[in-house]
């Protein structure tokens, strides 16, 4: 009988040590690569010149919400700062959420799919930030979510905001008067393996 429980015993160490081992071996989900970038143009109407940034948006964030998904890009490594926000509702969201998205916009906001909100944020204080969203201006282009890892919860994709007739958002406005130059503004980009919390 105690040999037989020694057996039993050492089996069962055994096993244990080979179910450790299996699971050790087992390769581990490699960390989210989440890169984004942040590019923007913006076309004069007169003189016909255009103007142009490119960014590593350094700090994607994603939630995945129960009534919304948001995804932010921003970035922190220049001086002027560029902040770019997308919310999906989940009454818009396709299923397992890859596809192309419309992007809400004037005249009727409530027929695009995504809200969209981009800010150049101003240095000085007394200077107002440039604004463009699809509550107060004619935005075109779309949302694209081209994979969603639903086990790692990361979302990847691009996207393409334009708003014809804007003004400059290179210069901020810091009176009631704005006789800033008049364009064409677009902001593009993609974004890989963001997690979405």
Do not use: W
């Not at 948006?57 to 220049?78: W, Y």
């Not at 969209?116 to 007394?126: F, I, K, T």
Request: with cysteine.
């Amino acid at each position: 009988m105690k040999r037989f429980l020694v057996t039993l015993l050492t089996s069962a160490t055994l096993f244990t040590i080979a179910c450790q081992k299996d699971s050790a071996d087992q390769p581990q989900p490699a960390a989210p690569v989440q890169a984004a970038t942040l590019n923007m143009t913006f076309h004069y109407t007169s003189p016909d010149e255009t103007r142009g940034i490119n960014h590593l948006a350094d700090r994607p964030s994603g939630q995945l919400l129960s009534d919304r998904l948001v995804l932010k890009l921003s970035n922190s490594q220049t001086s002027t700062t560029d902040q770019l926000e997308f919310t999906l509702a989940k009454s818009r969201q396709k299923p397992g959420l890859t596809g192309a998205y419309t992007l809400a916009s004037q005249p009727d906001p409530g027929a695009g799919d995504v809200q969209v909100s981009y800010l150049r944020a101003s240095l000085n204080s007394s200077a107002i930030g440039n604004l463009i969203t699809g509550n107060n201006h004619h935005l075109t282009g779309s949302f694209v979510i081209s994979s969603y890892d639903a086990t790692r919860n990361l979302i990847s994709g691009s996207y393409t905001v334009e708003a014809a007739d804007s003004k400059d958002p290179f210069t901020f406005l810091a009176t009631g008067v704005d006789n800033r130059r008049s364009g064409d503004l677009r902001v593009y980009g993609t974004f890989t393996e963001v997690p979405l919390r």
